[in-house]
């Protein structure tokens, strides 16, 4: 079974149609980019994957499970968002610890796990601080480390590094893409940018107008974009 499985789904919102009927399928452990302009349909892609949204027709499949039958809290998606949106007022630790505490994991193995996480992302040293008295990079970074918390079974990300200037944007890049293989971590990953999508991605899903227009290796897209 592949990690996520995509079957003919179709959005609309009223009459404007957001995804065309769409059908993919996401092994595990690959890196998939959805590929496209402002507007094609990424997010609201990525808002179906993640059960945020409804689908009108066809079926999305994690594994073996509809999203739409698994609750919430049993989906384990990890989402990263361009706006990370941490707590202002809770420290790193508190931040990245929000998952486990809604899943009733016990205080001494969130306290380990919330360690991983933040050694994951390099931020061992940053536990008790407040994010506004971190970077950019580093606040995005917290955003990663939520999300990993979870021990994901699939990671989400929004265009999570497009607030960033370009050279924070490609070591975010290249950390990111390290994370992902040494945890084997199926993603899927909304962008805009073609270089982000070639220098990141297994594979590419390039998106208009609510169609994927072609998916297909980077070399692939690059050639025949
Ligand atoms: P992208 O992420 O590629 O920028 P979106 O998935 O956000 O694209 O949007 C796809 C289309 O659906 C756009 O035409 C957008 O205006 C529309 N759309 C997205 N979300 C909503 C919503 N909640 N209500 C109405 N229209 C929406
Ligand atoms: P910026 O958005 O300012 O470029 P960065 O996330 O790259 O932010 O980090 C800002 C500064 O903090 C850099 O000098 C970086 O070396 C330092 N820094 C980042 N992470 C750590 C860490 N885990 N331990 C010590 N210093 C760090």
Redesign the pocket.
Known sequence: RPAVQIDGVTKS??N?P?LEPCWMKIKRGEFLTLL?P???????LLNLIAGFLEADNGELFLGEDLVTQVPPHKREIGIVFQNYALFPHKTVAQNVEYGLRTRGVPKEESRARVKEALSLVKLENFADRKPRQMSGGQQQRVALARALVIRPRVLLLDEPFSALDRNLRVSMQIELKEIQTKLGLTTIF?THDQNEALSMSDRIAV?SR?RVRHVGSPQEIYEHP
């Open positions: 919102f009223g404007t957001a496209g402002s507007g094609c349909g990424k997010t609201t909304v998106m609510g």
